[in-house]
């Protein structure tokens, strides 16, 4: 089955295609990153206005791309939220329209969900040899291909750490999932970009501070770890943005320090998320763990996790590099498993875009 997958919930316009939830033929992104390090930061109003000029180019390249005309297309399926507004809409509309013109089944999907499957892609899309895809395969964590349900580990416990989100899932089956544990205040990925800013580095901060992290002694600052002593597994990041900015405006910024706080900055995200996955293991006994969102594009973090499990005898799962920050991949692997919830017409035209929607299963 060979999806062509949507994604356009925050400030990148990607399309996908993806066949049998496993291999990526292509995957297109147009990121809007330079537009918005004029404004250090998403202005939604632009974000869509940007969307909409690119959707139409970004979809035909991906289909090009992956060498495929519509009468290969079985399905099509498209971010519905969470995200912001403007963004989602301009993916939805376009899937609907492109739904009944085409005749073809659109599949929802949830954007969280998206992030957890990137974690199960099997290889890089077309453009690479074979033995390239082989190489890349065998630096993943687990390579296995899953071609049927029964080839999933189920339970996973689910880590997404991305600019919005920073959450744990219990996930038994391929159609639940339960949040057993969030963050109260800013997400992971918010914190890098915030701290980024007190830095004067460009938007987003994220690969910025990993750069400069390695140029800085992540023992330099002991800057806090947030709600570690409490018995549940929710985490906050406010308190250390705090923290940076109060250290921020104490000294002078030479770049030796900057490179400190970033690396000693870093390394506390790092520790809460590590220490916190620890905890979640022991309580729910998953089978594997699987690291996605932006942030795990983070190679300390997913070098830092991987040791920990690895002590726990728990498997990792972690998102490939190219597919954690936000793709259509990700939703066209996990369009495929959620395969039951295609609409036709005319049910493709009820669907609608739930900007702050949780993920949760998706017949709730
Ligand atoms: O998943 P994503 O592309 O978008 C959302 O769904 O939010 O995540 C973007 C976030 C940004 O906050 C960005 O700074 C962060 O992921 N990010 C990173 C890295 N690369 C991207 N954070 C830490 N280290 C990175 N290497
Ligand atoms: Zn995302």
Known sequence: MRILAIETSCDETAAAVVTNGQTVESNVVSTQIEAHRITGGVVPEVAARLQMEAIIPVIEQALKEAKAGWDDIDAIAVTFGPGLAGSLIVGVETAKALAFAKQKPLIPVNHLAGHL??????????????????????????SRLRGN??????????????????EFVMIPNHHEFEIVGSTRDDAAGEAFDKVGKLLGLPYPGGPEISKLAKRGDPKAIDFPRAMLDQDNLDMSFSGLKTAVSREVA??????????????SFQAAVIDTLVRKTLAAVRLYHPNAVLLGGGVAANESLRRALNTALTKE????????????????AMIGLAAYWQRDQALTEPDVFSVGVWPRAALASPTA
Do not use: M, W
Request: hydrophobic share 35%; proline share 4%; aromatic share 8%.
């Open 149 to 166: 349900d029964s080839d999933f580990d189920f339970p996973y416990l689910g880590l997404i750490a991305s600019g919005g989100h920073t």
């Open 250 to 263: 104490t000294k002078k910024l030479t770049a030796k320090r900057k490179a400190d706080i970033a690396a």
């Open 313 to 328: 005898k728990i498997p990792l799962l972690v998102t490939p590099k190219e597919y954690a920050t936000d793709n259509a």
């Open 117 to 142: 499957y990137a974690c199960f892609a099997a290889a890089r899309h077309s453009g690479r040899s074979g033995a390239e895809a082989r190489n890349h395969q065998a630096s993943a964590t687990d």
